[in-house]
């Protein structure tokens, strides 16, 4: 199956993030600010810093994904019960049908100025919502999942919670979500990200993983993000208040955040290591790659980057299409189209060019030839079975 790539819809502004961080604040301010003071290899998109909520930028990305050999997309949601936040693409693909397959990421947390290393909280996203709060989250949805273009698994849309623990009860919130789909006539293909090790616990209440690279690669690396800190942690979160969990998660982040660059040849071994191999292994479900061809938050972190170097971009596409081989019921994704804020956009760039789009394409219609390839590879791990 070809890559979709996930869509990143921080490109215009909102009154949410007028009140706080000023009128017109977007996320191209952060890249335009760490161009400027040269603080990383630069990137910006090859038609300029552009209006993300216009519909005719849309509709041109979209033609250049499809021109570009990606599969499809997925769309990252902002859902927060009270209302809903940066659905201006969303709101593009329901009103013109993209004739390109896509899905959902909810990205299933609060928002807070954390990255700049402030505890102060701008949305909140209840960890326990009530099942009217579901109720009226699925109305929505189902809305989406009628759309001709939807992405479906065996029948079955197609929706991923980006992080799952979040929730103070996530196999609750997973089953309230099941039961109200259910009321409304409709089977879910629920998925999850893992990011770090700790959230394989979450693959047995779910139908799907994604292995959130290099995400996981940097969460392997650090205490913080084991099993055991995430026991401590829920156990902290038990009887602490909303702020003091706020300033405890401040802490961690400047214990273990002061800049940090990974090699990327230590990547690729890592993607070929026999831990990673068991790692996927004892995952229940459907498992595949989310994978970056780079990685660079300095705009949003400043000096307490995590930073990877870029990837080859054949390289890269045929990372994906091993991932497409091992996995055929499940796209692999690309993180992401436009991630500009963390050095993680394929989108035309106007210093790398279209290079990333120009190999997937050559690399993944060269693997639909059948006279091009000797044999398909088993998939692994890629039965459905719970």
Partial sequence: MKPFAIYFP????????????????????????????????????????????????????????????????????????????????????????PGLPWF??????????????DSTSILRLTDAPTDADIGNHCDYLMKCFESPDYLRIDGCPLFIFYNLSHFSNPEAVLNGYRTAMRQRGSEIYFGHFVKNPFDVQYSRLVDVTYLFEPRLFFGMQRAGRSNTAKYVFDVLRSFLSEAAISRFMLLMDRVQQRGVTYDSQLFMLYLQSAQRASFIQNIQGLVQDVLSPGWNNTPRYSERFTAMGNIDAQVFAQLLLKSSDRCKVLPPLVNAWNEWSEGAAIEPCA???????????????????????SGDLLPRNCSGER
């Fill in 10 to 97: 921080q490109f215009y502004p909102t009154a949410t993030n007028n009140k706080a961080w000023g009128k017109g604040f977007t996320d191209w301010s952060l890249v335009a600010n760490a161009n400027l003071r040269n603080q990383w290899v630069r990137r910006a998109p090859l038609r300029g810093f552009y209006d993300g909520a216009s519909p005719e930028v849309h509709q041109a990305q979209i033609n250049e994904m499809k021109n570009g050999g990606l599969g499809g997309f997925a769309v990252y949601h902002y859902w927060f019960y009270t209302h809903q936040e940066l659905n201006a693409f969303e709101s593009t693909i329901l009103e013109r049908s």
């Fill in 104 to 117: 959902m990421i909810w990205a299933s947390e609060g928002w807070s100025k954390r990255w700049l290393g």
């Fill in 351 to 373: 210093y790398f060019e279209s290079s990333y789009l120009d190999a997937i394409k050559a690399t993944f219609t060269s693997a639909l030839n059948p006279a091009s390839r």
